[in-house]
């Protein structure tokens, strides 16, 4: 939940879960925004992302599971008044504070839809930003191929994703304890303390599967680790 976009590591496709996952989130869209704006470190993370997309004057980004919308101001700075930015979430509470956040700025609209079946043509935006929001599809690689197809030539995917860390320092498994709690009371329907399964491993999984599928279909990667290896950042050019 890190930055707040992240929302478990449930299923954002049509199932009938979705369903409770849209209310879950919505209840806590205040909270969820306060963390996407306040986390110590969380504001040079998205900054660090908008650059990532490599983006011009004029352009069109698209933001994957937009939230409460902390990164699309740091989008519509990079496109400037003649670029759009669209912002796109499956949770109407999350998506009006991103409306409200995002008035002033001309460029910017939000739209409610399912990240991984965007109602976007084909070749059609220059770049796709996914902020923690893998890690809760049941097919991120699938996720990913989607993404990429809506990508102009030379086009641009920027991934951003929590996930325990493995730099090895002495904090490490303290903060990793910690992730993994935030992970299981982050996730709907209900916030238990016992699951079926390993959320933090779903988790791992899903973003390193991810990850590892922009790598495979980039041209050119770029890689980086925040917040002692929690947040972790990787940029592909289509080619």
Request: charged letters at 20%.
């Amino acid at each position: 939940m890190i930055g707040g976009e992240h929302r478990g590591a449930g299923d954002e496709s049509g199932s009938s879960g979705s369903h409770s996952a849209q209310s879950f989130y919505g209840r806590w869209a205040a909270l969820y925004d306060w963390i996407a704006r306040g986390t110590p470190g969380i504001r040079a993370v998205r900054q660090q992302a908008a650059l990532a997309c490599r983006l011009e004057p004029g352009d069109t980004v698209l933001e994957m599971g937009c939230g409460t919308g902390a990164n699309l101001p740091f989008l519509a700075e990079q496109v400037g008044p003649t670029g759009r930015v669209i912002g796109l979430d499956f949770t109407g509470p999350v998506l009006d504070r991103a409306r409200r956040a995002t008035a002033h700025l001309e460029q910017v609209s939000v739209l409610r839809a399912d990240a991984t079946r965007p109602p976007i043509p084909d070749g059609a935006v220059d770049a796709v930003l996914g902020t923690f929001v893998v890690g809760m599809l049941s097919d991120p690689a699938g996720a990913v191929d989607e993404w990429i197809d809506l990508l102009a030539p030379d086009g641009h995917v920027v991934l951003v994703n929590a996930a325990r860390s493995d730099a090895g320092t002495p904090l490490g498994p303290i903060v990793n304890a910690a992730f993994g709690a935030v992970v299981v009371l982050s996730t709907p329907p209900t916030m238990k303390l016992r699951y079926d399964r390993d959320l933090t491993d779903t988790l791992d999984r899903r973003i390193r599967t991810a990850h590892d599928r922009l790598r495979e279909r980039s041209g050119a990667v770029a890689d980086a680790r925040h917040l002692g290896g929690i947040v972790r950042l990787t940029g592909g050019r289509l080619e």
